[in-house]
């Protein structure tokens, strides 16, 4: 159902921005290359015909999230700081912690290489991923955190605010 | 050749691999959460994978609430950055010890 082509496209710039975010010195960099990690997952949700999602991830996460992170960037003035960072046994420890996650994450993928169904319809995802399912399930079904969900948007703002003031009540 | 579910959960293992190499490598603060983000992007692009290969719903509407989870979790640790960062001038993870000892 999906061009390999666009798949390997789309996983490829996503897996060098993502190592872009890692290796760059500038956090403006930084989270530029984010940005574009996130735009590269937002296509993949769509070769999945997860439309509701794809656009759901650039609203919030490129256009809401990442602006906050540039904003907060920029008003601290990260690059009067030095930044430089040097290898020491602390790197090369994390290396090896990191090694050891990606071989425990493809034991499990390749553990359950015949319990998934792996091809994915186009017609089944086409009926899952349109905005209309996901609603009726979100308020029908998950009414109830859909409503949580909110309140813990509005605390999560109200504390925001209250340890972002200047001087704390 | 045709592109599989196995093609999906590959590239978000890699994807979050990334993630924790950045949470274990940097130093600024600002640079760990985006990371953390980065795991929560590729934890997401899993679920919807699956979800979408299994036909059922849930999974985006997991994927929907972590969303909504992940933006306030953003908010309150940018506040909380902000807040170190106006008492101690550095955003430096390896000069903020204060509970260390």
């Not at chain 1, 390749?110 to 991923?129: C, D, F, K, N, R």
């Not at chain 2, 909504?68 to 430096?92: P, Q, W, Y």
């Amino acid at each position: 159902m999906v061009t390999p082509f666009l798949f390997f496209l789309l996983a490829v710039v996503a897996v060098t921005a993502a190592l872009g975010m890692l290796f760059s010195r500038n956090p403006v960099s930084s989270a530029l290359w984010l940005v574009l990690n996130l735009f590269c997952i937002a296509g993949l949700y769509l070769t999945l015909n997860a439309e509701f999602i794809g656009i759901i991830q650039v609203l919030v996460y490129a256009g809401a999230i990442m602006v906050l992170f540039l904003f907060v960037i920029m008003l601290l003035n990260l690059s009067a700081l030095p930044t430089l960072e040097s290898l020491d046994w602390k790197a090369v420890a994390g290396f090896v912690v990191a090694m050891v996650v990606l071989a425990q994450l493809v034991y499990m993928l390749a553990s359950g290489l015949g319990a998934l169904p792996t091809t994915i319809l186009a017609e089944q995802a086409a009926a899952t991923g349109d905005a209309s399912t996901i609603a009726k399930e979100l308020f029908t079904r998950y009414a109830l955190p859909f409503e949580v969900i909110g309140v813990l948007l509005l605390v999560a703002t109200i504390g925001a605010l209250m340890l972002a003031k200047r001087k704390p009540i | 050749m045709e592109i599989t579910l196995n093609w999906y959960l590959a590239l978000s293992a890699v994807l979050f691999t990334i993630g924790v190499m950045g949470v274990l490598f940097r130093r600024n603060v600002i640079v760990i959460f985006m990371s953390v983000e980065l795991m929560l992007n590729a934890v997401n692009l899993t679920l919807v994978a699956l979800s979408q290969s299994m036909g059922d719903v849930s999974g985006q509407i997991l994927v929907f609430f972590v969303m909504s989870v992940a933006a306030a979790e953003a908010a309150v640790g940018l506040a909380i950055v902000i807040a170190i960062f106006r008492n101690k001038l550095t955003v430096d993870v390896s000069e903020i010890n204060l509970f260390k000892y």
